[in-house]
């Protein structure tokens, strides 16, 4: 009797563990972080007193859905009285209490005219400096104050001397995402003295332990504290600066070298000689040696740079293709346009990207590849596209796109993905993660030279970034029926199908840094690449009907977590 009692209270215990674990395998525990995605671009700029309002924002949480109402913005450092750069936040919990991953908005305050009576030009380049005394000497050219010439190659590094940046050289986009290094001004005074103003913020490099360089408060010796001279040699053409911490240009750039990390203030260099290779009434340029190569700076005397403007478009496209459809949608696509290299795009490319190029009409996205001879960023090109950044990113779903690709040798089409915080100029979600490190993943990729060969394809680092995992396979119809490339992407592998059918898994059997950067979030981009050597190509378009994101374990039927259908 004793032992069925027990038996009979142990069937009791386990009839409820066994009630009690079955209902909390019917609770779902919520752990996902909702997602925060901006309807405008990171990187804002604005004039002195001008208006500012955050961008808007939208959060989606897989449980809880839209809670875009509950997003926190913070945008109290924004002071539009006053140049200098600030940054807005965005925050928001879901209401298990999952944190969203921080957006950061940065806003350039750029300054005003302003200036006196001998400067009442000074927005011309100055700044959030432009509110200084300019001295005049019509006996002494150098007289008066100068800043970077706020161009592409403003300042320059190679081997040899004048060789046009054979190492590096500054890109166009600097003279915005290095504002205030392109506002600091030099300034030579009548009495031979001479001062670094660089007002609240200069540009600081890692060999001042800011990692990555970012605008920041100056640093002594080199902020401009230390009384300094000048001396200016017309026959020599050498100009020699005497003051520790005084400079023109970089300030890490010294005779024979450059500071580095850790470098002793001690031994700062009091005097350096720069040679002035071109001294115009107005522009001024100065070549120093650093042993192994050369810097170049070039100047322009504050007030007197009158940019010319970029064509806004052909003059036999004015109508293009503006009026045959809408913009995309500008809360969930970038436009990508800028030039990362500053002349051009990689792979030795040959087109622009431009916003004119995409349109929405009819339920389907355009965009259009072209031949036409297009100047923006001071650069000309003979081709042009558009090239579109998602501004969702996610870790881990299935990612469908219905398209119809382009015709035509030279055409490269793409729908693929880079990692969030890749280190590319223009990119909406640009960091400082180096490429193939940042991971890149082609949904579908075709060549025009090729046409209907479709390929999909992983570039890691395990690869030196070469197409080494990859698949190819005909696609029939490619560029006269819409086929719907799609990947489904877990933390275990990547499974690439067309139309449904899978043809290419990438699943590496011990995953680590070099070949599965692909634990964080992606975003997709949309583009048309012209390839170099291309002369016949007039004008394509690839057209896509629809871009869907689901969740990583979606059912079928179930909808999107994120979309465009384009039925606008």
Known sequence: MKKNIISMKFRYLALFFCLALSACDRVRVDTTAPIITLSDSSTIIIEQEGTFAAPSATAIDNIDGDISSHISIDDSQVDTSTSGVYEVTYNVQDSAGNAATQVTVTVFVNGGSGGDENNSEADGGAGANSNIDCPEDSENSIVGCWQFLPEKNAFEVGPQKADGGGWWASFLSDVTDRGCLFDDVFRFNADDSFDNIMGDDTWLEEWQDSDPPTCGTPIAPHDGSNAATYSYDEVANTLVLSGAGAHIGLAKVYNGGELKAGYDVASVSTEITYEVTELTENSMVLDISIGSGWWRFKLIRTGTYAA????????????????????????????????????????????????????????????????????????????????????????????????????????????????????????????????????EIDIMEMWGRRQGFVSSSLHTTSSNGSTVNTHELVVPGASTEFHTYALDWNAERMIFSVDGNPHYTYQPATKDDDNWPFDSDQFLILNIAIESGTSSLVETQMEIDYVRVYAPDAAPGDDPVWSDEFDY
């Open 308 to 439: 010319e403007e970029d064509s806004d478009a052909p003059a036999n496209s004015d109508t293009y293709p503006a009026q045959n459809g809408s913009a995309a949608d500008d809360s969930k696509w970038h436009q990508q346009i800028i030039l990362p290299n500053g002349s051009g795009w990689f792979n030795n490319e040959l087109q622009h990207y431009t916003e004119r190029n995409t349109y929405v009409s009819d339920g389907t996205l355009k965009i259009v590849a072209k031949q036409e001879e297009f100047t923006q960023q001071q650069e000309t090109k003979q081709f042009t596209s558009s090239r579109l950044n998602s501004k969702y990113k996610f870790t881990y779903g299935r990612v469908e796109v219905s398209a119809k690709l382009p015709t035509g040798a030279g055409t490269w089409p793409a729908i693929w993905m880079l990692g969030d915080g890749v280190n590319e100029r223009g990119s909406f979600h640009a960091g400082n993660i180096n490429w193939p490190a940042i991971g």
